[in-house]
């Protein structure tokens, strides 16, 4: 079934807060089997509103509505989609009634304002919200459901779970849907697709792969939609078990797994330790280790050593090196993960030395340039690498690769 999403707000459109909503509805639509066609952002404003209920109902099975349900005067939701489906507003007791118990519960006063709330377009099916104070209300025009929710994050996500998809599910005969994720690291989107040139061709029809690259990762989702639940769920373990062993270098895990979580993973269950040096990407390894609950069992700490004294002081950095070979470079790199592994007496040291920019490049170094060593129990490893001219960038695509490099070290244990 298609299904277009209609976010109002004047928030969202100045940049004022993200459209979490939709990508959110994305996510949990496509679980149900639901196929989302279109997203559209409006202002807070009654014809824009007609507009593109009218436009989405002509082309869609089902609308969801978000935002636009407060009790202020901006919100002009309600009176407006009860307008639009030639009904009009009554009071609703039991909504009325619980929102009494509402504000009770939390020592206040329910407003005249707040109470408006309870004034429900009589045409429409009310769906309770146990998070908040705005109904939802599900209308409908020639057999397309137009559900409206609150725009508040939370509210809105109990009401698609517990109340919306429940009723959906029972009034439409949904297919079967089965999505799995190949995290993948290490290789450019590109080069994913080159080699797997002749695995997409094999598939069938009704099986999708779709690439999903953000910095440092691409995730590969496998997708399939039909009604022979067994048949879908065999092809598509067919050709993820392909596609693992044509990436088996690359591919670490599944499902939005991070690659520090999988290295903690690998560390906790090995019992061995690991400690960072971090110059160019300025803590961000330390942060994305230390995200992972438990990360305490196998991370020791990590220094941020920006300035070359504290390479020297804290890393044992030896400043002729330094005056020799320059800051960022493959000899202090090494110096750098070496020192950091004994003086901190880890199993694993990582290291990064870069420019990140916009300064700081010259024609032998430009900016981009980045040395990542990690030292392990037995060998180091030292890799170089151009990682573009966009500072926020460089920092990200360096700390995730440095993860890599540790995940591949990991590997061969």
């Known amino acids: 079934m298609k ?25 949990e639509c496509s679980k149900l089997g639901l196929e989302i066609i279109q997203t559209t952002t409006i ?4 014809n824009d509103i007609i507009f593109a209920v009218e436009k989405a109902i002509n082309h869609a099975d089902i609308v969801f509505v978000t935002g636009g349900l407060g009790p202020t005067n901006d919100d002009i939701t309600k009176i407006t989609l009860t307008n639009f489906f030639g ?8 909504i009325e009634a619980n929102l009494e118990a509402w504000f009770t519960a939390r020592g206040r006063i329910l407003s005249d304002m707040n109470r408006a709330q309870a004034d429900l377009p009589k045409a429409a099916e009310i769906i309770p919200n146990t998070m908040g104070t705005a109904s939802g209300m599900w209308f409908e025009k020639n057999g397309i459901p137009v559900i409206s929710m609150p725009g508040v994050p939370y509210e809105m996500k109990s009401m698609v779970k517990n109340e919306i998809f429940p009723r959906i599910q029972q009034r439409f005969q949904l297919p079967f849907i089965f999505h799995r994720t190949l995290m993948v690291a290490g290789i450019v989107e590109s080069s994913i697709a080159q080699k797997l040139k002749n695995i997409e061709a094999e598939m069938p029809h009704f099986l999708k792969l779709a690439y999903l690259p953000k910095p440092g990762i691409v995730r590969l989702r496998l997708s399939a ?21 044509e990436l088996k270098n690359y591919h670490y895990g599944f499902d939005e797994i991070t690659l520090e979580e999988t290295i903690g993973k690998i560390l906790k269950a090995k019992n061995l330790t690991v400690g960072t040096a971090e110059s160019c990407t300025g803590g961000k390894i330390t942060h994305k280790i230390t995200s992972i609950s438990g990360s305490s069992d196998y991370f020791k700490g990590g220094i941020v050593a920006y300035d070359n004294s504290w390479k020297e002081t804290l890393l044992g950095v030896d ?18 993960s070496l020192g950091l592994k004994q003086k901190m007496g880890v199993d694993y040291a990582i290291a990064t030395t870069g420019i990140a920019g916009p300064t700081g490049g010259s024609d032998q170094k430009p900016v981009g340039t980045v040395w990542i060593s990690i030292a392990g129990p037995n060998n180091v490893m030292v890799q170089k690498y151009s990682m573009g001219t966009d500072r926020e960038f460089i920092i990200e695509r360096s700390s995730m690769q440095a993860l890599y490099l540790m995940w591949q070290m990991l590997q061969k244990i």
């Open 3 to 27: 299904v277009e999403v209609i976010t109002i707000g004047d928030e969202i459109l100045i940049g004022q807060i993200v459209n979490t909503n939709a990508a959110w509805l994305g996510v």
């Open 43 to 46: 202002k807070d404003r009654k």
């Open 319 to 336: 400043s002729q090196l330094i005056q020799k070979y320059g800051a960022v470079s493959e000899e202090v790199a090494n110096k750098m």
């Open 87 to 94: 009904t009009e507003l009554v009071r609703n007791t039991e």
């Open 225 to 245: 939609v039909g009604e022979n639940e067994v048949l879908i769920k065999k092809t598509i373990l067919e050709f993820e078990n392909k596609i693992s062993e």
